[in-house]
């Protein structure tokens, strides 16, 4: 996502991630527009957000060998372009206390790690496990002392999460992660509910099943959020941030009279 310029940037034919670069809705320059939002206040109508989900490393390593590599590059692209806009930057990360605290061993994802450990403990059943290695967000993904990092011991995106959006007044995600059927539909479905746009790119997305990854993106995703790929979202995306750019220089600088 290296290169999505304003809108100039539609007439590059490229869709790799590497030439997108987001607009920058606080950058200083000469451009009236852009300085009309420089410091994204409260008078712009818009705050936009990338929340990073589900990318510890014990995940990243449950998907097929082939997409690891090629997830973590796009990944890796498009959170360089959201820091490079300055947009807001959330991770949402599962992860588990020592034995699996809190689990029910019916849980029908995460009880088999539950039963599991009480027999064989912490040192040989820890995925996910709080205190080891695989829990950690991927090293190539990094957050920076300025995001925010919000935990959660289940499927679902906890409140804490949507309280830290709301009080960032942000409006527009845009999600990426894994799994695409299991915390990117949830976190989706939990944004959509509270009124925010939700935005994914197919690319930024991956799940451990490529059928089920298929059926959630084109029959369920979509009823929640804008699912595009990496051409159709640089598009769509420069274009929105251009609208709001104008809206919020009308809001700051009404007509005479």
Partial sequence: LASLALP???????????????????SAGACALLLAVADMSENAPERYA?????????????????????????????????RNANWFIFYSGIRFPS???????????????????????????????????GSDIHPELAPLEADTVVWRDRVRPSGELLEVLKAKAITKVVLAGTKTGQGIL??????????????I???????????RHEVVLDQVLNQYADVLGVEAFREQISQEIMLDMYVAFKTVNPPAG
């Fill in 186 to 199: 949830a976190t989706t479905e939990a944004l959509s509910d509270e009124g925010l746009l939700v935005y």
């Fill in 8 to 26: 100039q940037f539609s007439s590059v034919p490229s869709v790799s991630l590497a030439r997108l670069t987001l607009p920058r809705p606080t």
């Fill in 99 to 133: 034995g699996y605290a809190g689990v029910p061993p019916r849980h029908r994802i995460f009880g088999g790690l539950q039963r599991l450990n009480a027999r064989d403990g912490d040192e040989k059943v820890h995925w996910l496990m709080e205190g080891f290695e």
């Fill in 201 to 211: 790119v197919r690319e930024c997305v991956a799940d451990s099943s490529v059928e």
């Fill in 50 to 82: 990338l929340l990073l989900c589900d990318v510890q490393q014990d995940l990243i390593s449950s998907l097929p060998e082939d997409a690891r590599g090629p997830l973590l590059e796009q990944l890796r692209q498009l959170l360089r372009a959201a």
